[in-house]
């Protein structure tokens, strides 16, 4: 069982930056592949972010590329999003996911790929 918990949601101008944390549980951290995907109103939740285990691959949605950059610390089992020069648009309710199963880089798009989800945390940009 994976738990994670997501923080560092907020309201944000037009321009701004905020940095999201998902904290997991779990020993093996480390094998995981990581998402962020995120849900705006009335739409269907979409891919923004993976990263491999190591760190060493990371994958973009064409929407937030150049703006947001994702990482992780394994020795905290912790994983970010770092979003910059944010927009109207990314207003959303961002989730963090983890994949514990084999890895595989054209899956990582794909929501139905991750077990384990967040309960969310909520970025709004104003304009």
């Known amino acids: 069982q994976v738990q994670l918990v997501e923080s560092g949601g907020g309201l944000v101008q037009a321009g701004g930056s905020l940095r999201l944390s998902c904290a997991a549980s779990?020993?093996?951290?480390?094998?995981?592949?990581m998402g962020w995907f995120r849900q705006a109103p009335g739409k269907e939740r979409e891919f923004v972010a993976a990263?491999?285990?190591?760190?060493?691959?990371?994958y973009y949605a064409d929407s937030v590329k150049g703006r947001f950059t994702i990482s992780r610390d394994n020795a905290k089992n912790t994983v970010y999003l770092q979003m910059n020069s944010l927009i109207p648009e990314d207003t959303a309710v961002y989730y963090c996911a983890a994949d514990t199963g084999r890895y595989s880089s054209g899956s990582v798009y794909f929501d139905s790929k991750y077990e384990y989800w967040g309960q969310g945390t909520q970025v709004t940009v104003s304009s």
């Open positions: 779990g020993r093996t951290f480390s094998s995981y592949v």
């Open positions: 990263i491999s285990w190591s760190g060493g691959r990371t």
